[in-house]
């Protein structure tokens, strides 16, 4: 069975500062690992995904992911974080022969200016 | 890009009574549709995977005579909760895969519906 964990409820970071949530995995086969954002009463919006190749992933909104694999961890970066990232984010996984996507908990963000 | 439309986006009914939510595939035929619900600060826990044309397949623990989904075409999935009830209040969201792929590999959510049952 495939699985996510994200290991921090809630990120604060201010403004302009380096923002990182963290993600680690567990899956059988290969992973395909997702990241979205979700803003108050919506639906989730795509940022970025790993599938195969280059380990660093460049995404949406300035937003990348590093892939590691003997640490079996998909860390969301951004270099500079602006009030408006403030948001719930989620790490999902697939597993390579499935279908569905299994989330993490989430991580509520919030950037202070 | 690929996007999904949920209706409603929030609903409120009376218990005992049964809400329908809609989630269609705007631009793409989607032969499989997902169904998430997600409790106050939780994440987003998968109830049941519907293909066009069969029976959904549930995950453990979702009952399926109390969520019913159908998804009669190919762009076009609801969810009926059955004699609803407080405790069905939750934010439900539904997902649509798009075959031909693309950045997300063709998955795409909808808005989400708000379900207060009183």
């Known amino acids: 069975a495939q699985s996510v964990a994200q290991p921090e409820d809630q990120v604060n970071v201010a403004e302009g500062n380096p923002l990182t949530v963290k993600c680690t995995y567990s899956v059988s086969g290969n992973p395909y690992l997702f990241w979205y954002v979700q803003y108050p009463n919506r639906g989730l919006q795509f940022l970025l995904k790993?599938?195969?190749?280059?380990?660093l992933v460049k995404g949406s909104y300035g937003f990348e992911a590093e892939f590691n694999k003997s640490q079996t961890s998909f860390h969301l970066k951004k270099p500079s974080a602006l009030v408006s990232d403030s948001a719930l984010y989620f790490c999902a996984v697939r597993d390579g022969g499935d279908n569905k996507l299994t989330f993490g908990g989430g991580t509520r963000v919030l950037v202070k200016p | 890009g690929a996007v999904v439309s949920q209706h409603p986006s929030w609903v409120i009914c009376k218990s005992g009574t049964s809400v329908k939510i809609e989630c269609r595939s705007l631009?793409?035929?989607?032969?499989?549709m997902f169904w998430y619900r997600q409790f106050p600060k939780q994440s987003l826990m998968l109830m049941a995977t519907s293909n066009e044309g069969s029976k959904a397949t549930y995950e453990q623990g979702v009952e399926k005579d109390k969520f019913l989904i159908n998804h009669a075409s190919l762009t076009l999935s609801t969810l009926t909760v059955t004699s609803a009830h407080p405790e069905d209040s939750s934010f439900y969201i539904c997902?649509?895969?798009?075959?031909?792929?693309?950045?997300?590999?063709?998955?795409?959510f909808g808005s989400g519906t708000r379900l207060t049952v009183v």
């Open positions: 997902s649509a895969r798009d075959p031909a792929g693309g950045p997300s590999l063709g998955y795409t």
């Open positions: 790993y599938i195969t190749g280059d380990n």
């Open positions: 631009d793409f035929q989607a032969t499989t």
